[in-house]
């Protein structure tokens, strides 16, 4: 795990991670829904907004600036996603917008007669813009992989079952924001590839949490969600040259016509692009804290992002250890009484946490959902939440609203105690 200086000093960088706007502690734990913002962020956003506020395109200098801060922006998107170009990556109002707009470009290339495979577990994100394509016409379905009930992992037997010579897009999300559970990509873009299938990947949930190499992962498109690490609301998505080229995506006739301004809707906020590059920056410095453990390790990186690669490593290391704490909790917390009553859904092996991100749902038997958050809070000063979160596999569970915790780099095991000890009070006083 990270050493106790290195947590203080990422939480020193988050000036909420401790307190929240009233000046009250408390735990965030409700980091799945949105993280908490970087200062640098923050910052970099202010002051690209007032210092270059004009809009790009013009010859003086704070419209060049602009268009500098843009680039270096998706610069920054490239290197932590490791893509090969800052064109290879496009940004939008959210990762739902830019679903719906690849899956609209796409549904121009069908006939009516193709389908798209997805998972049990996908957020509503990644299966309205496909359902929508079933209903105009465009395919013929959408087919769903199952998701085995003990253990919230894929079946990936029924998915490459559900592969076929009409199957044109393979799409999953990378993991899962209701059980925590992560995709084995890799082995889902292989089978994509070999049917001739788009590979879509919705990283929302996973790019706060660990490493994705869009190359090494060999899919064509993959989205995220900013807002979910340490930035403002917004998006990116990365798409391989060669399809962003080909396709023909909803836009003006004046617009771009290569890209990414082809499939970018008006104008940018610079101020956005400033404060993305303000959390790679921030990443990058992970990298370097930490690089004395990872001497010869992505030596095939060089400069951002080989630390870049450090930092991820080692905040998924970092977020295991967070994870174990919690499902160790779950079964008996030292010095108080097992937990009796509490459901986790999703993976519970302690031996294989590097399967899953620290999101865990669950259900104290005879509290409802919203009560145990508002409990946590009134309680425990633990940012939790209770809902469905758009999540197909709630429907699977079907529960009207679990709980949900979602911890990140700037969670503690002190915390994670908190949480537990008021969690176990909650139980006993049913
Ligand atoms: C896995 C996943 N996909 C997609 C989304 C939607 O992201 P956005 O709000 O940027 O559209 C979320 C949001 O919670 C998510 O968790």
């Known amino acids: ?134 209903d105009q016409g465009k395919i013929k379905e959408v087919r769903y992989a199952r998701v085995n009930m003990k253990d919230g992992t894929i079946d990936l037997e029924h998915l490459k079952g559900l592969i076929d010579e009409n199957t044109k897009v393979v799409t999953i999300t990378a993991a899962s924001n209701f059980l925590g559970t992560k995709s084995p990509l890799e082995e889902i873009g292989k089978m994509a590839k070999e049917a001739g299938a788009y590979y879509f990947i919705d990283a929302v949930h996973q790019i706060m949490h660990g490493i994705i190499d869009v190359q090494e992962l060999n899919c064509d498109f993959l989205v995220f969600s900013t807002y979910k690490i340490f930035s403002s609301h917004g998006s990116f998505l990365y798409g391989k040259k060669k399809y962003l080229e080909a396709l023909r995506p909803f836009k003006v006739k004046t617009a771009p016509t290569t890209a990414p301004g082809k499939y970018e809707w008006g104008t940018r906020n610079q101020a956005f692009f400033a404060a993305f590059s ?79 991100v620290p999101t865990f749902s669950f259900d104290v038997e005879g509290i409802s959902g919203e009560e145990v958050a508002k409990r946590l809070w009134d309680e425990g000063r633990i940012a939790a939440r209770s809902g ?37 009070s909650i139980c006993e006083s049913k």
């Open 1 to 134: 795990m990270f050493s106790k200086e290195l947590v203080e000093k990422i939480r020193a960088a988050f000036p909420q991670s401790a307190v929240d706007f009233n000046g009250n502690n408390r735990s965030f734990f409700d980091n799945g829904t949105g993280t908490l913002v970087l200062k640098q962020a923050a910052k970099a956003e202010h002051d690209a907004r007032i210092n270059f506020s004009a809009n790009i395109g013009g010859v003086f200098d704070e419209s060049q600036q602009a268009m500098k801060i843009i680039r270096e922006g998706r610069q920054a998107v490239a290197d932590l996603l490791n893509a090969p170009s800052p064109e290879n990556i496009i940004s939008g109002e959210s990762a739902t917008s830019l679903v719906f707009n690849i899956s609209y470009a796409l549904g121009k290339e069908f006939t009516g007669i193709e389908n798209v495979v997805a998972t049990d577990y996908e957020h509503y994100t990644n299966v309205s813009p496909w359902e929508e394509l079933k």
């Open 278 to 356: 303000a959390v790679v920056d921030h990443l990058e410095w992970i990298g370097r804290e930490v690089q004395q453990q990872y001497s010869g390790k992505f030596t095939e990186f060089k400069g951002r992002r080989r630390f870049l690669k450090i930092a991820m490593d080692a905040i998924q290391q970092n977020e295991i250890g967070l994870s174990l704490a919690v499902l160790k909790g779950f079964e008996e917390v030292p010095g108080l009484l097992n937990m009796p009553g509490v459901t986790v859904y999703g993976l519970t092996d302690s031996q294989r946490l590097n399967e899953r």
């Open 388 to 424: 469905h979160f758009y999540s197909l596999a709630q429907d699977l569970h079907e529960k009207q609203k679990v709980v949900r915790i979602s911890l990140v780099q700037y969670n503690t095991l002190e915390e994670v105690r908190g949480f537990l000890k008021t969690l176990n």
